[in-house]
């Protein structure tokens, strides 16, 4: 199951999201996966078998550049360096890939679970 989450609340506002958006930034910029070329999505951890299924489900080329990057970013760490400037993620390409993947799944699994437990009744 994935983390709650307030984005739909603020997208929702469009006042309140011009307003965190600075703040959004900043946060995004502190936390420095992107100085190691990750996306905020590489960060998901595989423990959970939702994401395990999120994972066998991506596209061939979106499983390799995920592998590819988080492999460079453990180099990177084993080095105790950061990639060059021009190697970092930019904000426009750090969008989310398997996030919808995994909330397609969780809907999946509840709705199975919904069919699981229906009780049928006979007509008197």
């Known amino acids: 199951m994935s983390a709650p ?20 930034n ?3 910029n502190a936390a420095g996966y992107r100085k190691l070329g990750l996306r905020a999505d590489d960060l998901i951890p595989e423990e ?3 994401v395990l299924l999120a994972l066998k ?6 499983a390799y550049d995920r592998v590819f990057r988080l492999r460079r970013a453990f180099q990177a760490s084993l080095a105790h360096q950061l990639l060059p400037k021009e190697q970092h993620t930019k904000p ?3 969008y ?3 996030s919808p993947i995994i909330k397609q ?8 679970d919904d069919w699981d437990s229906v009780v049928i009744s006979k007509k008197a």
């Open 5 to 24: 989450s307030l984005a739909s609340a603020i997208k929702s506002r469009p006042w309140l999201a011009k307003r965190l958006m600075p703040l959004a």
């Open 26 to 28: 900043w946060y995004a």
């Open 48 to 50: 959970s078998e939702a």
């Open 57 to 62: 489900r991506l596209p061939e080329k979106e």
């Open 92 to 94: 426009e390409d750090d």
């Open 96 to 98: 989310q890939y398997l």
């Open 105 to 112: 799944i969780e809907a999946e699994a509840k709705e199975r």
